[in-house]
């Protein structure tokens, strides 16, 4: 942990739930925040929050990531890929809403946010279901994001993006951008 945000290592750790404990998410709606800081080297890709074990694709895992210095939410074969970047060595507030996740296989409408700012969006199709929550990493061995991750947020619905802007807003406030101490 440095100071309140949690430094994952490129090869070293990340941050799941037990697999003896799962978690459903399956609102109607849903918003992922949060702020990360990526280093200067960290993979591509590079994640944030998934749910779904990823080295077994017919689970139909998601994933919200930075992949090419971008910002990206996968779900069942399909992506929605931001138009702006993701700047590495500072920190940058990401966001995702989606809507119209119904318990089952559905094509969800996906709003990705960069700094408070619409940056992308489509549709992806995902299964919710009771899964393993991986925070900073796609699967055990998998993958993993080179940086760290602060004040991630699950709601159960979509916020606006005035809602966004504004959590955006609070936390420039909380977080003294490229001021980090390792």
Not at 137 to 151: F, L, N, V, Y
Not at 158 to 180: D, P, R
């Amino acid at each position: 942990v440095v100071g309140e945000a949690v430094h994952i290592p490129l090869t070293r750790v990340w941050i799941c739930s037990r697999s003896n404990i799962k978690v459903t998410l399956a609102p109607e709606e849903m918003t992922i925040a949060g702020w990360i800081r990526l280093d200067a080297g960290s993979n591509s890709p590079s994640p944030v929050f998934s749910n779904g074990d990823h080295a077994n694709p017919r689970s139909k895992p998601w994933i919200l990531q930075v992949e090419q210095n971008r910002l990206v939410f996968q779900g069942g074969g399909s992506k929605v890929t931001s138009k702006s970047e993701v700047p590495r060595e500072c920190w940058v507030h990401v966001a995702t809403a989606l809507t119209g996740v119904e318990g089952t296989s559905q094509q969800v409408s996906v709003q990705l946010y960069i700094d408070g700012e619409a940056a992308g969006t489509g549709d992806v199709m995902i299964t919710p279901r009771e899964d393993i929550l991986l925070i900073g990493a796609t699967h055990r061995g998998g993958t993993r994001m080179g940086g760290m991750i602060d004040e991630l947020a699950i709601w159960d619905r979509a916020l606006t993006s005035a809602e966004i802007m504004s959590l955006y807003q609070m936390g420039q406030k909380k977080i003294a951008i490229g001021s980090v101490v390792k």
